[in-house]
């Protein structure tokens, strides 16, 4: 096989990356002088234990799609476990795979602390991990990766459903089911003022009701009581955020002391941005750009850090989203950039980061529970970087699972839809396609 036939594979399978963002990944597959790919088998938001359940299951194909990016893309091929999950260490271990051994920390997970920490490479301000001859992608990227190199779409997306649910789980899921399904195959919900979580809760998307659609990108469906300190930052307006910030913030410099980013080198001090956005004659070109280099990984806030309950974090996603829709490129100088001497000493543990929380009584690893089998489903239109796929079906159309639904606009970056169900097709609108199966 070559590299050109891989990529293709994997954008006709519209595989993406399974958690973040959601980048298609064969356009990361396009970059060259790759040398090194890291797996990221860190799963280091409290609560989460998807990619486990694939690497303890799964691990023998795992590693052998593996080695197979590792031939064609001639590259090496590192996963990055926490010694702490002793059973997917060893499942990955005696299938023959590379590991490199993580702390048990958060966030391990973010990519480029991950490649520090695999690699001793730095990342530059404002850069990628391709910049410095690397790739990182999660568990269950690779698991889509080898059913691309079967010929097989992504139409499901491995789900844990936890929290206060009677009857904690992971399911298979058909993407585009709604989460309030999901929530009542767990058992239903255990208390009485419910929130939402799409993911983990220290990065997830919070909601206040469960009408949310499983995507490609889905890990979780938490559920919290709705006065949860977790709650209660994630939904407080940012107007209010800043109004606080001007009055309470005493430039402490707690955020910036624990933040992951600033920790490895960058020069990235929420504190100063919480002064600037407070105070107009403070907002110099150089402190409002460094927002862009945060990871939003939400130590910074009240949640952990902030001696105020503030939280830098919210902040800082106001001023990215404010500098991509007017289309400002922030430019970092290049450096050297060495990880701070004090960075081991302030490392902040998962256990310590979930007990804070009060998330410890949710925390056991839920079982696996097989095929989730959905009766409809609504399958957005963008569940990846870049802009909504184009619907290539219409009202009525008998489709089965893995056809193709929705294609990438002409020229632009995106990924393909394919349908997760067999039936028909009952809706389409600018946001979604809904399948009746």
């Not at 707690?254 to 080198?265: F, P």
């Not at 009525?396 to 294609?407: S, V």
Request: hydrophobic share 40%; aromatic share 6%.
């Amino acid at each position: 096989m070559t590299k050109d036939e891989l990529v293709d594979l994997i954008r006709d399978a519209g595989v993406v990356g399974a958690g973040g963002a959601g980048f298609p990944t064969h356009v990361k597959l396009q970059a060259r002088d790759i040398d090194t790919y890291v797996i990221n088998g860190a799963e280091c938001e409290p609560l989460l234990y998807v990619d486990q359940t694939l690497m303890q299951n799964w691990a023998s194909f795992l590693i052998s799609t593996s080695e197979t990016l590792s031939s064609v893309l001639r590259c090496k091929v590192l996963f990055g476990i926490k010694h702490k999950h002793v059973e997917s260490l060893n499942a990955i271990r005696q299938v023959g795979g590379n590991v490199c051994v993580l702390g048990d920390y958060y966030p391990a997970g973010d990519e480029l602390i991950l490649l520090q920490e695999c690699t001793g490479r730095i990342v530059p301000e404002g850069g990628l991990p391709l910049h410095v001859g690397a790739i990182v992608n999660n568990i269950e990227t690779l698991y889509n990766i080898g059913r691309a190199l079967e010929g097989k779409p992504v139409t499901h997306s491995f789900v844990q459903v936890g929290g206060a649910v009677k009857a904690p789980g992971i399911w298979s899921v058909p993407v585009g089911v709604e989460a309030s399904e999901m929530i009542q195959a767990a058992g239903g919900i255990s208390v009485n003022d419910p929130i939402f979580i799409d993911g983990g809760p220290m990065m997830g998307q919070y909601h206040r009701d469960a009408n949310f659609p499983i995507s490609k990108m889905t890990k979780a469906v938490l559920v919290l009581p709705s006065n949860s300190v977790l709650a209660r930052y994630e939904n407080m307006p940012v107007s209010v955020m800043l109004r606080q910030a001007r009055v309470a913030c005493c430039q402490c410099n707690e955020c910036t002391l624990v933040c992951s980013r600033y920790l490895i080198g960058y020069d990235l001090r929420p504190h100063k941005i919480m002064q600037a956005m407070a105070y107009k004659f403070m907002r110099l070109p150089d402190i409002v750009q460094s927002a862009m280099l945060c990871s939003e990984c939400n130590l910074c806030s009240g949640l952990y850090a902030c001696p105020m309950h503030l939280s830098p974090r919210r902040v800082n996603q106001v001023i990215k989203d404010i500098m991509i829709k007017q289309g400002i490129k922030p430019q970092f100088n290049k450096k050297e950039i060495p990880p701070r001497p004090e960075r081991p000493f302030r490392l902040v543990p998962t256990t310590r980061l979930t007990y804070r929380l009060g998330l410890s009584v949710y925390d056991p690893h839920p079982p696996f529970n097989g095929d989730f089998v959905a009766q409809k489903v609504r399958i957005p239109l963008k569940q990846h970087a870049g802009a909504p796929s184009d619907p290539i079906v219409s009202i009525g159309d008998q489709i089965h699972e893995g056809d193709l639904i929705a294609d990438v606009p002409e020229g632009a970056l995106g990924a393909r839809i394919h349908a997760s169900v067999s039936g028909f097709v009952e809706e389409i609108t600018s946001e979604y396609i809904a399948i009746r199966a």
